[in-house]
């Protein structure tokens, strides 16, 4: 934090706002650890405004002016100087991420095609670019293909790219980052994924506004996803979230504690796709039966409603039109209550042991829910002895590309934490 020679020191005599506001924090040589957290309640959307932030940091009004401006000069926000509010009181400029500052790639690879796109803070992406898989699906060739998508929309920006991140169907151990039961590719069990995709990031041209050497990251898709509902979607407010997604194949599940992923303690916690939910299922591909990975995701609906996928169309595609046909196909109908019927057990499930404040399903499973939301709720009630107090809210995701939103949360993880190693 920089402050003048020449202005007043918030928290001395001399300084009108330390006598207005006497009983808060007034403190310059503070002022570089406020950066991130300032920038983490703008980012997130808690303090639109000046005074919302003063509030919130509880600082001077002062202190808060420097943070703020500090922040711009970093080109990460903007103030506005026209006042914002018409009520009693001083008003307040308005705070916003700055929509020409710098950016991270966020990707993500599903089982069936790979994503990219560039992410502002703020939760902010621009359009994502959807590619099919590469011909070869080991992971440097998926790796490479990834990242030479996203550095070429880098290089097609003017913003100047910070980092890359990237959301993997699969759980990925920390900290080392190795990929464990990568079965959508068959990847070796153990594959360094994060040091594998730190090359290729390394090798790809991000253009010459480009930080280099890039930061690159790597985590599971649905901990990512939830993260970013949590930060800046249907999780918010919530101290426990359970989130649980179906994508273009399997089950994710994440929890978030007070803003905090629980990862267990090598990263792999939360694999709800692989709670028996029906003993005499369908098989799972970890070679046990009746997993939530295989009762409740497109291949299960399909199998359901005894119909064959277009193997020339997004297979989420088709189980998302299959869902709203339900209103007015019977038999439509009938896989989705059969399919929601299995989702509730594994809900129900695994609420008993987490005993969330909040559920946010994604995916099919917010398809799922929209189909029929009583009867998903009513399973879960019956079936959780919390969910028999109404304690439960299940509620749908309202981010639309939320691995891709999350992907983006962790390149932004560093200059969250440290707004001051953004270069100018």
Do not use: K
């Amino acid at each position: 934090m920089q402050l003048s020679p020449s202005s007043p020191r918030p928290g001395t005599g001399n300084d009108p706002d330390a006598q207005r506001d006497g009983h808060r924090r007034a403190a310059p040589d503070r002022g570089r650890t406020l950066l991130g957290p300032a920038l983490s309640l703008i980012h997130t959307g808690q303090t639109p405004t000046r005074s919302a932030l003063t509030r919130a940091l509880d600082v001077t009004r002062a202190t808060a002016g420097a943070v703020t401006a500090e922040l711009e000069a970093l080109g990460l926000i903007t103030v506005d100087s026209r006042p914002a509010g018409g009520g009693r009181g001083r008003p307040s400029h308005r705070l916003a991420i700055d929509p020409q500052g710098p950016v991270v790639v966020a990707g993500q690879i599903h089982a069936d095609g790979l994503s990219v796109t560039l992410a502002c803070l703020g939760g902010l992406l621009d359009p994502p670019l959807h590619l099919p898989l590469p011909a070869a699906t080991d992971p440097v060739r998926m790796l490479r293909a990834v990242a030479e998508a996203g550095a070429a929309l880098a290089r097609a920006t003017d913003r100047r790219c910070l980092g890359a991140a990237l959301a993997l169907p699969n759980p990925v151990t920390e900290p080392d980052g190795a990929a464990l039961a990568a079965l959508h590719f068959a990847w070796p069990s153990g594959t360094p994924v994060a040091d594998l995709y730190d090359v290729e990031v390394g090798r790809a041209d991000h253009g010459p506004r480009a930080l280099r050497p890039m930061p690159a990251a790597i985590a599971n898709d649905a901990n990512l996803a939830a993260l970013a509902e949590y930060r800046h979607g249907a999780g918010r407010g919530a101290r426990h979230l359970l989130f649980v997604t179906s994508g273009h194949r399997g089950v994710g599940g994440a929890l978030v504690i007070d803003g905090h992923l629980h990862t267990g303690s090598a990263g792999l916690a939360l694999e709800v796709g692989h709670l028996t939910v029906d003993p005499q299922g369908r098989p799972c591909m970890c070679g046990n039966r009746g997993c939530l990975n295989s009762e409740t995701d497109p291949d299960a609906l399909f199998a359901a409603a005894g119909r064959t996928p277009d193997p020339g169309r997004p297979l989420l595609d088709q189980a998302r039109e299959l869902c709203r046909a339900a209103a007015t196909d019977d038999r439509a109908r009938a896989a989705v209550e059969h399919v929601i019927d299995r989702l509730g057990l594994g809900l129900a499930g695994v609420a008993n042991i987490l005993n969330p404040d909040r559920v946010v399903l994604s995916g099919l499973h917010l398809d799922l829910l929209n189909a029929a939301p009583e009867r998903l709720r009513t399973v879960v009630a019956e079936r959780c002895l919390w969910g028999r107090s109404g304690r439960v809210p299940i509620v749908g995701a309202e981010l639309a590309h939320g691995a891709l939103a999350g992907a983006a949360e962790l390149g932004w993880g560093p200059y969250l934490a440290d707004p001051q190693s953004v270069p100018v």
